[in-house]
């Protein structure tokens, strides 16, 4: 079982940067055991995958969209992903959710994670 509780969001102007975290409560097995993945809605719009990491953290992946503009990193001491956002664009307003699943690689889509966060709001101005 795993909660997920997102921070970091607001709102950033065009160019700028925020860092996103997501800290997990984890029972039964531990935290290194999941893969993590970052999404995010647009209002009107599906959830689309932004980024994800493998158990280990030496394999990431991301969506064309954020590619050389976010980071997704994770700390398995402090039971903690990250997602690091620069040059932040006014399409990148969305509510952002973090996701977890026991998985050996990194899964890309939604239906693959069992757990998420509530999200956190990410507003770009131009």
């Known amino acids: 079982q795993v909660q997920l509780v997102e921070s970091g969001g607001g709102l950033a102007q065009a160019g700028g940067s925020l860092r996103l975290s997501c800290a997990a409560s984890?029972?039964?097995?531990?935290?290194?055991?999941?893969?993590l993945g970052w999404f995010r809605q647009a209002p009107g719009k599906e959830r689309v995958f932004v980024a994800a990491?493998?158990?280990?953290?030496?394999?990431?992946f991301y969506a064309d969209a954020v590619k050389d503009r976010f980071n997704i990193s994770r700390d398995n001491d402090k039971n903690t992903v990250y997602l690091q956002m620069n040059t932040l664009k006014p399409e990148d307003t969305a509510v952002y959710y973090c996701?977890?699943?026991?998985?050996?690689?990194?899964?890309?889509?939604?239906?693959?994670?069992?757990?998420w966060g509530q999200g956190t709001q990410v507003t770009v101005s131009s």
């Open positions: 996701a977890a699943v026991t998985h050996i690689t990194m899964p890309a889509t939604k239906q693959e994670y069992r757990y």
């Open positions: 984890v029972s039964g097995r531990t935290f290194d055991r999941y893969a």
């Open positions: 990491i493998s158990w280990s953290g030496a394999s990431t």
